[in-house]
Nanobody, 120 residues
Framework: QVQFVESGGGLVQPGGSLRLSCVAS????????LGWYRQSPGKQRELVAD???????RYPNSVEGRFTISRDNAKNTVYLEMNSLKPEDTAVYYC??????????????WGQGTQVTVSS
């Protein structure tokens, strides 16, 4: 079992920035990939960023170049730096963990989510 404490969401104007943080707790969590996905009403869940224990990152085209994921293994914390935010980035953002045997786009555990709203 992995549990998460997410923070950093909020309201930001288009073009602005936000930084999300997620502290994960549980056995072996530092062995897992961590990441973020988002979901907004009426839309499918979308992978936002994934980072392996070794630091390999993956992003969809929709956020590539604007979002940066990083992790601090000593603190079991994953961060998502979001820049040049657009209204279409508005969603609830969920932190997740993924075991080495779990495929990308699948998630073993996830948090409660934090709301990100991009609006003027």
């Amino acid at each position: 079992q992995v549990q998460f404490v997410e923070s950093g969401g909020g309201l930001v104007q288009p073009g602005g920035s936000l930084r999300l943080s997620c502290v994960a707790s549980g056995s072996r969590v530092n062995m897992y990939s961590l990441g973020w996905y988002r979901q907004s009403p009426g839309k499918q869940r979308e992978l936002v960023a994934d980072i392996t224990r070794g630091g390999i990152t993956r992003y969809p085209n929709s956020v590539e170049g604007r979002f940066t994921i990083s992790r601090d293994n000593a603190k079991n914390t994953v961060y998502l730096e979001m820049n040049s935010l657009k209204p279409e980035d508005t969603a609830v953002y969920y932190c997740y963990s993924r075991r080495p045997t779990t495929a990308l786009y699948e998630y073993d555990y996830w948090g409660q989510g934090t709301q990100v709203t991009v609006s003027s």
